[in-house]
């Protein structure tokens, strides 16, 4: 079983910044991604950002430039996703996923989300 819990959500005001942390109870690197998500009220799930086991990372358009996600190569439990420029469309539950596992290329495993609401 794989656990994920997604913490460093809040409120904040448009321009500033946060850092979202996910803490996973298997090593990340047994993934073949790890991702971030999010979900705005009425809206569906979006992909933000994504690291490989090999390190590449991608972003959606709408976050190119203002947000990072990067790893802890030391303890090799955890992401975190770096928002800056914030702006209230960023506003939404962000969820943590890790996605794929040798023999299990479909599997997909998440936390329970962390709030951000970014105001005007």
């Known amino acids: 079983q794989v656990q994920l819990v997604e913490s460093g959500g809040g409120l904040v005001q448009a321009g500033g910044s946060l850092r979202l942390s996910c803490v996973s109870s298997k090593v990340i690197f047994s993934f073949n991604a790890m991702t971030w998500y999010r979900q705005a009220p009425g809206k569906q799930r979006e992909l933000v950002a994504s690291i490989s086991r090999d390190g590449d990372t991608a972003f959606a358009d709408s976050v190119k430039g203002r947000f990072t996600i990067s790893r802890d190569t030391d303890k090799k439990d955890s992401v975190y996703l770096d928002m800056t420029s914030l702006k209230p469309e960023d506003t939404g539950v962000y969820f943590c996923?890790?996605?794929?596992?040798?023999?299990?290329?479909?599997?997909?495993?998440w936390g329970q989300g962390t709030q951000v609401t970014v105001s005007v």
């Open positions: 996923a890790a996605e794929g596992r040798l023999g299990y290329p479909e599997a997909k495993y």
